[in-house]
Structure formats: structure tokens, C-alpha cells
């Protein structure tokens, strides 16, 4: 074999070797994320959120060539137009840490889907706590609407685009799909109510840590 030829064999493996190496080593496509931001609703904006899906999904072999993205809205400022949830997360379908599906479509995912307290995994394939278990951990932070869309400018419902720890709010889902009342704000997974605030203190208030949805864009 000439040296032209061995360089391109070598060249091939190689490339497929880091190919082999990139590729992810779980299914997941979906979690809930199993930490916190560290302070409260403040993630540094929607690229901080991001960042800790991305993170968490690396560490549990589900990163390598898929990017990871936070399930959250912004309201749009003088400056920026509003982001919405469902144009952020790709097409799906989407599937939690064992593998069952949660959605196979943003359709689906908005409208009769599969996420509940049993499959609404974190990415260490564990259950969150739901309302009926302490401490409840249930109030995930969305800031969107039910059809997964930004609120309007005015009330705060994204705790300054995911920049405060302190005042403000934002509109937070139940995943156990379950509250104090038996109507749709309480069974809904993205639209349940606004926090009491900001801090990590005011979201286990009223049965939140700060958690996120996390799902494969691509």
C-alpha cells in the first residue's frame, strides 16, 4: 500500500472512531433536571438553562452529538422579541431514561402526551417527588403558556427571563399532573400557576425546586 492510500485509510478510521466516540450512549431524549440552578429562577437566561440541560445530559451519556435545550419561554423586552418553549425543543419524539416515550411530536406533546409522575423522569432515571410526597417537588418552571408560547409583555412570568433569584415570578407546570383542584391548570404539565417568586426559598413554597424540563432539539 502506498503512502497516499494508508493516509486515507488512516484518516477513515480515525474519523469513524470519533464518530463511534460521539455517538450517545443512552436513548434519553427528555428529563427533568435533577439539580437546581443554584440560585433559585436565575439560570443567566435561556443560554444558562441550556448550558445545565447540555451538562446533565453529557454526564449521563445522552449528550455527545445531540443538543440539549431548557423547555422555557422569555417575554420580550425593548430589545428582544419573545422566545416560545415549543420552538426551542425540535421535532421529537421524545423518550425518558428508560426508554418510554413521553411524546412523538410538539403536537403530541401539547396535547395528549405521556409525561406524568412515572415517566416524567430526572436524567439519573429517578422519580421526582409529586404533590402527595415530601418534600413536593412538583412546580417545574416553564414560563409559557399551555400551547407552549410565550406570555405577553407585562406580568413577569419568567422571573426576568430566567435572570432573578429574588423579586418577581414566573409560570411554572405540574408534571405529576395534579394540584389542589381537579381542573386544567392543575393537570397541566407546563401551565399551572405563577411562582410566589424568584428564590429557590419562594419556589419550595408552594411545592417547586427550581427543576427544569430538558429535551434533545437534535
Not at 2 to 26: H, I, Q
Not at 130 to 147: A, F, Y
Not at 175 to 190: F, I, M, Q, Y
Request: glycine content about 12%; proline content about 4%; some cysteine.
Amino acid at each position: 500500500m502506498n503512502f497516499r492510500k494508508w493516509a486515507l485509510v488512516a484518516s477513515a478510521t480515525v474519523l469513524t472512531g470519533c464518530m463511534l466516540l460521539d455517538e450517545p450512549k443512552s436513548p434519553m431524549t427528555f428529563f427533568i433536571t435533577s439539580v437546581d440552578s443554584g440560585k433559585g429562577a436565575d439560570f443567566g437566561g435561556l443560554a444558562g438553562a441550556d448550558a445545565l440541560c447540555q451538562k446533565l445530559a453529557n454526564e449521563a451519556g445522552a449528550g455527545g452529538r445531540r443538543t440539549w435545550r431548557a423547555y422555557l419561554s422569555t417575554q420580550a423586552t425593548a430589545d428582544t422579541p419573545a422566545v416560545n418553549a415549543r420552538d426551542r425543543i425540535g421535532r421529537g419524539p421524545w423518550v425518558n431514561a428508560k426508554g418510554v416515550v413521553i411524546a412523538s411530536s410538539v403536537a403530541e406533546l401539547h396535547g395528549n402526551n405521556n409525561l406524568n409522575l412515572q415517566t416524567a423522569l430526572t436524567d439519573k432515571g429517578v422519580q421526582l417527588n409529586g404533590r402527595t410526597q415530601k418534600p413536593n417537588m412538583h412546580d417545574i418552571l416553564t414560563g409559557s403558556r399551555p400551547d407552549g408560547t410565550a406570555f405577553p409583555a407585562g406580568d413577569d412570568r419568567t422571573c426576568g427571563n430566567w435572570t432573578r433569584s429574588g423579586v418577581g415570578s414566573a409560570m411554572v407546570g405540574h408534571h405529576d399532573r395534579a394540584g389542589l383542584k381537579d381542573d386544567e391548570p392543575s393537570r397541566s404539565w407546563n401551565s399551572s400557576h405563577p411562582s410566589k417568586a424568584c428564590s429557590i426559598e419562594a419556589l419550595r413554597s408552594t411545592g417547586g425546586d427550581g427543576r427544569l424540563y430538558c429535551f434533545a432539539a437534535r
